[in-house]
């Protein structure tokens, strides 16, 4: 069975001072690793796909890595806009290739002005 | 262009009752997925439609059941609603494997 563990399950932090958020996933055979942004009542906001061990992408003041157990969001002079549940999820190899994604509970981040 | 569309936004039922959501994909797009997401937890999968074909189904009983038009929407339908499926319903239509998501149903169950 896939898993998807994130930490920590809340971060505050000052305006500028920058962190990282984890994602540890368990699957059988990694098709894509996603990160997705929900503010509150709202659906969740594509932001990244990583595809094998190694890989980097950035956006604005996020990056995000991948290794073959985790995957890292760091946030470098976070804004209070930055604030937001940041959610990690993961598509495994299929026959079919049409398996949903598994997701982790995500990462509640507060930035504080 | 228009996003992902669902409707109603809230919805509060009964237990015992019947529910019926309902999706637009963004235009262009031929894949449907149905997520359920419980206060505090991640979305968790519970069907994908591709070209009104079921192309996936995750860990929900046979009370939930979903269809995907001729123009691409699609309904997720729930029976014999219970309290625990008390939740935010969110539809995503996809490009490749891009999920795109609405802003949900929030539906209650009393």
């Known amino acids: 069975e896939d898993q998807v563990t994130q930490s920590p399950e809340a971060l505050r932090l000052q305006e500028g001072e920058s962190s990282s958020l984890n994602c540890s996933y368990t699957?059988?055979?990694?098709?894509?690793l996603f990160w997705y942004r929900q503010d509150p009542g709202k659906g969740p906001e594509f932001l990244f796909t990583l595809y094998s061990a190694g890989e980097e992408k950035e956006k604005e003041r996020l990056k995000a890595t991948l290794t073959k157990k985790e995957s890292f969001l760091h946030i470098t002079a976070p804004k209070p806009e930055d604030s937001a549940t940041y959610l990690c999820?993961?598509?495994?190899?299929?026959?079919?290739?049409?398996?949903?994604?598994?997701f982790g509970k995500g990462t509640h981040l507060i930035i504080q002005p | 262009d228009a996003g992902v569309t669902q409707s109603p936004t809230h919805l509060i039922k009964t237990r015992g009752q019947h529910v019926t959501l309902r999706c637009s994909p963004i235009?262009?797009?031929?894949?449907v997925s149905w997520y359920q997401q419980v206060l505090g937890q991640g979305p968790q999968f519970i069907f994908q439609y591709y070209e009104k074909e079921e192309r996936g189904r995750g860990n929900f009983p046979d009370r939930f059941s979903a269809r995907q038009f001729p123009n691409y929407s699609s309904e997720l339908n729930v029976n014999a609603l219970l309290l625990g499926d008390s939740a935010l319903y969110l539809c995503?239509?996809?490009?490749?494997?891009?999920?795109?998501f609405g802003s949900g149903t929030q539906l209650s169950v009393l």
């Open positions: 995503a239509s996809s490009f490749g494997e891009k999920l795109f």
């Open positions: 699957v059988s055979g990694l098709r894509g």
């Open positions: 999820a993961v598509q495994a190899m299929s026959g079919g290739g049409a398996d949903g994604l598994t």
């Open positions: 235009s262009g797009h031929k894949s």
